[in-house]
Each structure stands twice: as structure tokens, then as C-alpha cells.
């Protein structure tokens, strides 16, 4: 049987000086395993951002035909509005994925997440990588950015009841048929997208787990601790709120 097919975006902001060598062998290694396609995401940075994107990735996309053109968007939406632009034009695959820009978690570990999502039977439980409860050796984060993910993760869970300890790991893994019934009711396009995801997977019944990985932050972050700190904390108020509101399944 051919192996489950995968389609894995990368959304990007300002990101033409750190993708370079990432993408570059993430095509390689996802070439390998074969039934997987990439497509970078540019969130409307700007004409020169946009050109420099593009004298990165067209000669990628010459060497490797997995590597769909990237996508333009002609203004900027937010981590979650480039993830799922690039989602809801793909071709029906069995998976969609994103992936960070700046090698953070490496292509290797995209690798062998898909190889892990590939042991399911069919699609059916999301597959969120974490960087929680592990050795530092494993996990080289910047000691505040460590803190603010456990407390966010605790809110997260605490305020959502859902049993989940990093929802903000920049790689995940969502069986496409479970995307497409909730998608129409996705709202939050920002950095904390991947909770409101999360949320709407968990109440229309798909199962997730968390997958350890190894994780190496890289310079050159676009998160603010504080100010997206507290934008993704009115956003995970805002998702509890209207969930309180939805109709309960069993009424
Ligand atoms: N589409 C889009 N992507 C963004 C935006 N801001 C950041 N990103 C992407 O989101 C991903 C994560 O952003 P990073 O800059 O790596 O975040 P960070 O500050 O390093 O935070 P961590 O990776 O969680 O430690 C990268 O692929 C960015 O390009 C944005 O406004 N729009
Ligand atoms: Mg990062």
C-alpha cells in the first residue's frame, strides 16, 4: 500500500534569513520517504521579503518536485491564517502539517513524525509535537520562553479542559477529513491559532497526542514574550467563552 500522503506547510514572516538551510533539507529528507509535499506560506512581508523568498525557494522547487511554489499571500493574517491558506488549497491528501521556518525542530524530527503518523491505520488521531517533560540536553529553549510555554500550557488545559501540556510546538500533524469538519468555525489566525485548533479537533471527537521532540531554538524570533503572551491569553478567554455557547453535543 502506498504510503499516507502528507501535505506540510511552512508559514513564513520575515523569514528569508533563517528557512535557507531548513528547507533545504527538509526537501531532502521528505524527498526519501516520498507521498509528501511542501509548500512555504509568505505572509505578506514585503515586495523585497518576497523577492528574497523567491531566490531562496525557486531553485529548491527546480531540484525538487514535491516542493510546490510557494504561496503569496497579499497581506499578513498571521501564523494561523498562512497555515490554513496553504491547508485549504491542498490537494486531498491524508495529512495536512505545518512546520516553523527556522529550524527549531529539525528536519530529521519532521521526518520521523511522519514516519510515526504513518503507523496509524488511516488517519485519525492529530499528532502535536511537544516539548514538554524533557532534558534540557533535549529541549534548548531561553529559560523565560521555557517558564511562559509551561504557564500558557497550564492555562490551556486548566481553562479548556484539555489534558494538554505544550499546545504551542511549531509542528503538528492534523488528519485532513478531521480539519475539513471544523474548519468553517476557525476564527483566531494568530500565534495562538494551534489552541482554538486544538480545542475544535478535541470537541468534534479526533483524539491528538503529544509526540516528544527535540527542540533548538534558533535566534531571530517573532514571538514577543509579553505582548503575544497576553494576546494569546485573551485568545485562549475568547475560545473559552464561545465554547461555553456552542450547543452540547448530547442536547
Ligand atoms: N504567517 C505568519 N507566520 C508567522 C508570523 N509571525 C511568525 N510567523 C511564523 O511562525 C513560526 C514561528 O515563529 P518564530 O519566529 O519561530 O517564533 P519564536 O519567537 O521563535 O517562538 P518559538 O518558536 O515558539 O520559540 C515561523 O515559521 C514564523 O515565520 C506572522 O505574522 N505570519
Ligand atoms: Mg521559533
Redesign the pocket.
Known amino acids: 500500500m502506498p504510503p499516507a500522503t502528507v501535505h506540510l506547510v ?4 520575515q ?1 528569508s534569513g533563517r528557512i535557507g538551510p531548513f528547507l533545504t533539507e527538509l526537501c531532502g529528507v521528505t524527498r526519501e520517504l516520498g507521498g509528501v509535499t511542501i509548500q512555504v ?1 509568505e ?1 505578506g512581508s514585503d515586495v523585497a521579503e518576497a523577492a528574497r523568498m523567491r531566490d531562496i525557494i525557486t531553485p529548491l522547487c527546480q531540484q525538487h518536485a514535491h516542493l510546490l511554489p510557494p504561496l503569496f499571500l497579499p497581506q ?4 494561523g ?2 497555515v490554513y491558506a496553504g491547508w485549504d488549497q491542498a490537494a486531498p491528501v491524508d495529512w495536512l502539517a505545518f512546520v ?3 529550524g ?1 525542530c529539525s528536519a530529521a524530527e519532521v521526518a520521523n513524525l511522519i514516519r510515526r503518523i504513518r503507523q496509524q491505520p488511516s488517519p485519525q488521531t492529530a499528532v502535536f509535537a511537544s516539548r514538554w517533560d524533557q532534558t534540557s540536553a533535549r529541549v534548548q ?1 531561553q529559560w523565560k ?1 521555557r517558564l511562559m510555554g509551561r504557564i500558557f500550557g497550564a492555562l490551556v488545559s486548566t481553562l479548556l479542559h484539555i489534558p494538554i501540556h505544550d499546545s ?1 510546538c ?1 509542528l503538528k500533524f492534523v488528519p485532513r477529513s478531521a480539519y475539513q469538519r471544523i474548519a468553517s468555525g476557525l476564527r483566531i489566525h494568530g500565534f495562538a491559532f494551534d489552541v482554538e485548533l486544538l480545542a475544535a479537533l478535541h470537541d468534534s471527537g479526533c483524539a491528538f497526542e503529544e509526540a516528544p521532540i527535540p527542540w533548538h ?2 535566534a ?4 514577543h514574550l509579553i505582548r503575544d503572551s497576553f494576546r494569546m491569553a485573551r485568545d485562549v478567554l475568547a475560545i473559552r467563552k464561545r465554547r461555553s455557547k456552542r450547543p452540547k453535543l448530547d442536547a
Open positions: 511552512i508559514p513564513c514572516y523569514e506560506v505572509d499578513n493574517l498571521g501564523k491564517g498562512a516553523d521556518a527556522d527549531s529553549r520562553r504551542q511549531g531554538e534558533t531571530g524570533g517573532h514571538v
